[in-house]
């Protein structure tokens, strides 16, 4: 196998575990996600902390450094399978510990305004396809 295939597979299957994470988490809370989305709520918190906890410890001057590889496995494959929200996290915190806290308040607020434009024209697009296809239910 190519040496550069075998990252991409450890992710993938560490992707595939953190989506299992997610679900299994979002499972278990459901019960309290009456009112508000607590499991994505506790998900997105625990994957940023867990996120940053990691990579701060496993980087080149942390007090346990990784491999490059190693790194990528648990921050884009494990944390990203288990939350996006994480890696937007991390990089917010990123650009205000480099002294960017404007880059770093636009990327917030352009991250939620877009997604919220994007989310509600991918439901209005799917509720337009929906309503003008017969319903085979």
Request: with cysteine; net charge positive; hydrophobic share 50%.
């Amino acid at each position: 196998m190519p040496a550069p295939l075998i990252p991409s597979l450890l992710i993938g299957l560490a992707g595939a575990c953190g989506t299992l994470l997610r679900y299994w988490l979002g499972l278990a809370t459901v019960r309290w996600s009456q009112v508000l989305p607590w499991g994505t709520i506790l998900i997105n918190v625990t994957g940023s902390f867990a996120i940053a906890f990691f990579g701060t410890l496993t980087a080149a001057g942390g007090r346990l450094p990784m491999s490059e590889t190693s790194r990528l496995v648990f921050m884009v494959g494990l944390c990203g399978g288990y939350t996006t929200f994480s890696s937007f996290s991390l990089q917010t915190l990123d650009l205000l510990k480099n002294g960017f806290p404007g880059r770093a308040l636009l990327n917030i607020g352009l991250s939620v305004m877009l997604c919220m434009v994007s989310v509600a024209a991918g439901s209005m697009l799917a509720q337009g396809i929906n309503a003008s296809q017969p319903h085979d239910g």
